[in-house]
């Protein structure tokens, strides 16, 4: 199973990029992080619209999307490798994740997703959600491996 991270923004050097590095070198599973953006300077629904279409157009045909949102389900550690090993058996080649820019993800996007999830019950930076997921998606992987990486 491939992992796809569709992000809005670009990200810079420094911290926030050193996180996602971190996280994304230690992953078995092939991943790619498409940085998507919008350059014109819009009123913020027409940008966040926009970035919506950015996002969806840059999906592959039959990929699975889970859509990263506050007002998502928050799923345990153990629930989400369970998840991923259910999509990796069920044959999924690509498992994309967007997350969305400064105003969240559009309605199209939540509507496209296969699983809206949220990475708990507070508002995280765009950019630091990153890091965030790619850490999930690492101990996801260890506790698949049966690694004592995480611990119940």
């Known amino acids: 199973m491939r992992l796809l991270i569709l992000a809005v923004g670009r990200l810079k ?3 926030h990029a050193e996180l996602q590095a971190h996280y994304a070198g230690r992953l078995t599973w092939p991943l790619e992080i498409r940085e ?14 926009r970035e919506g279409e950015l996002l969806l157009a840059a999906l592959p045909e039959e990929t699975v999307l889970v859509a990263l949102d506050e007002r998502g389900k928050s799923l345990a550690s153990p629930a989400f490798a369970e ?19 400064a105003d969240g993800l559009t309605s199209e996007v939540l509507k496209r997703a296969a699983l809206t999830m949220s990475l708990g019950p507070m508002t995280w930076p765009h950019l630091l959600v990153r890091g965030l997921l790619l850490e999930q998606l690492y101990r996801a992987q260890q506790i698949l491996a049966g690694h004592p990486y995480h611990r119940e």
């Open 13 to 15: 050097s420094g911290p």
């Open 36 to 49: 998507i953006e919008e350059r014109r300077a819009l009123p913020a629904p027409e940008r966040k619209t």
């Open 83 to 101: 998840r991923l090993a259910r999509w990796r058996e069920e044959g999924v080649k690509t498992l994309a994740f967007a997350i969305g820019g």
